[in-house]
């Protein structure tokens, strides 16, 4: 697995496109993923610092899953089918017990940068996303 930052959040409303860009955080590999744009506006409030009156849907899970006394460990991209990508949310529960639980990336993107946790892609899927670049398909 390759660990990956986010680099930047594209948001074009004329066009109803958004992009999360993850970065290699020790390389040079990119990987784009479209994602909707609550969730894109989700990840840009919470980087950008600022604090909503009222908890928004990504911060509720994250504060339920703070105070069920779980962490968010990591956020692993593990699958791309076709153009749409899958991930899973790794949970520590206060128990040691570990739960994997299926979502997408743009959702736990959201909540790791709400956990500090980092987010790790599969090599294959490095390799995958690279073809459909040079393709252009996304």
């Keep these: 697995m390759i660990e990956m930052e986010l680099s930047k959040i594209v948001i074009d409303e004329k066009r ?3 992009l999360i860009v993850l970065k290699e955080k020790n ?3 990119i990987l784009p993923i479209v994602i909707g744009l609550p969730e894109a506006s989700a990840i840009k409030l919470k980087i950008s610092g600022f604090t909503p009156p009222r908890p928004v849907t990504h911060d509720l899970l994250h ?9 968010i460990e ?6 791309l089918e076709g153009e ?4 899973k949310l790794i949970i520590t529960t206060n128990t040691g017990h570990t ?4 979502c997408r990336p743009s959702d736990s993107i959201a909540l790791a940068v709400r956990a500090h946790a980092p987010i790790f892609v599969e090599e294959e899927i490095i ?8 393709n252009n398909i996304v």
């Design 16 to 18: 109803h496109d958004q």
């Design 27 to 29: 390389g040079t590999r």
């Design 63 to 71: 504060n339920t899953i703070r105070d069920l006394e779980a962490n």
């Design 74 to 79: 990591k956020v692993v991209i593990d699958k």
């Design 84 to 87: 749409i990508f899958h991930a």
């Design 99 to 102: 739960k994997v639980i299926d």
């Design 127 to 134: 390799r995958q996303s690279e073809t459909l670049n040079k």
